[in-house]
């Protein structure tokens, strides 16, 4: 909060007043009952997709893509379900969400079978697949998902005119749908897996000691597959139930950097889940907080991204002084 004062101090604004207007106006604040309820619509998608970048981390398999699996959700969710349009059916949601989830998890195998096959980057290749993704989302705003009845613009009709298919909030006013109680289960069952389960023994010790686990049998290449499929398709998720509730529709400006942002919660949360699920509401304070700083402050949206990103950076320094220790010696002569 010091360095964020003083690159806000930097650029001219009071830095209490920002820091204040970040962190404490979207909960206490004159209109926190509305802006709570944004906070859990912009942690929804971070957690969800943070959870199953956390598993890949932590064996050692670094997919950095999920803003593309995230997109390529939202394109597959959207498609199923305008297909169907304007078909009043109570299966239309639930089949748009196995959609969602497989257009995620498929991107994400692009990036695991050329890991498996031909020893490929998983780093590079998933994170130009981003590109790849946008241009496909580009695409589908301007081309085959787009609305015929709207006038040439570009974009896809508006999931809120399509109640079959929309993610309506569950309790009006408090911002939760079903890609929020998706993320809470997502916690719950990482977990699970993590703490209870053989599976998660596995990831853990294949991050921890890759030696150790090729000798207790783990498959390296089955924990690729299976590490990159579950989080592109939980990325896939985000995505579908982000385009199906706040944002509406597919639009050229639909990737929102959720893929990207979840990185950073991913390690916030010191790849554990309950950590994620704490380290995503605080991200999301920062992009509501963020929101309202830039409208009443006239702060820059980079220098809120700069801010998010300092979270990080200081993780990391906490991290390298938790294991060596800064020590000041008198130079001694030659």
């Keep these: 909060m010091i360095a964020g004062g003083a690159l806000f101090a930097l650029l001219g604004k009071d830095p209490v007043v920002a820091i204040r207007t970040i962190f404490w106006d979207p909960i206490f604040g004159e209109f926190a009952f509305y802006l709570r309820g944004q906070l859990l619509v912009k942690a929804g998608p971070l957690i ?28 597959f969710g959207a498609a199923v379900g305008l297909a169907m349009f304007p078909t009043d059916s109570r299966w239309i949601f639930p089949v748009m969400i196995v959609a969602g989830a497989f257009g995620g998890w498929v991107w994400a195998m692009i990036p695991a079978i050329l890991k498996t096959r031909f020893n490929t980057n998983e780093i590079l290749v998933s994170l130009m697949l981003v590109y790849v993704a946008q241009t496909i989302l580009s695409k589908a705003a301007t081309g085959f998902l787009r609305n015929p009845e709207g006038m040439g613009f570009p974009g896809s009709r508006n999931f809120s005119g399509f109640p079959a298919a929309r993610n309506a ?11 929020g109680v998706a993320a809470f289960i997502a ?65 050229i400006d639909f990737a929102s950097g959720y893929g990207f942002t979840a990185i950073i919660v991913a390690f916030l949360g010191r790849l554990n889940p309950v950590g994620i699920l704490l380290a995503g509401l605080v991200m999301a304070l920062t992009y509501v907080g963020g929101e309202m700083a830039s409208t009443n402050l006239g702060l820059p949206s980079a220098a809120i991204q700069a801010f998010q990103g300092m979270l990080l950076f200081f993780l990391l320094a906490v991290d390298l002084l938790s294991n060596y220790r800064i020590r000041f010696l008198k130079g001694r002569a030659a």
């Design 187 to 251: 916690v719950i069952g990482a977990y699970v897996l993590l703490q209870r389960h053989i599976l998660g023994f596995q990831i853990k010790l294949a991050g921890q000691a890759p030696r150790a686990a090729r000798f207790a049998g783990v498959a390296p290449t089955k924990l690729v597959v299976l590490c990159m499929g579950l989080s592109g398709a939980l990325a896939g998720l985000a995505g579908m139930f982000e385009v199906t509730g706040p944002a509406g529709q597919i639009s």
């Design 169 to 179: 909030e569950l309790i009006a006013g408090s911002g939760l749908h079903w890609g």
């Design 48 to 75: 969800l997709i943070a959870v199953g970048l956390s598993l890949g981390f932590r064996a050692g398999i670094w997919n950095i893509g999920a803003e593309g699996q995230y997109i390529m959700g939202a394109v």
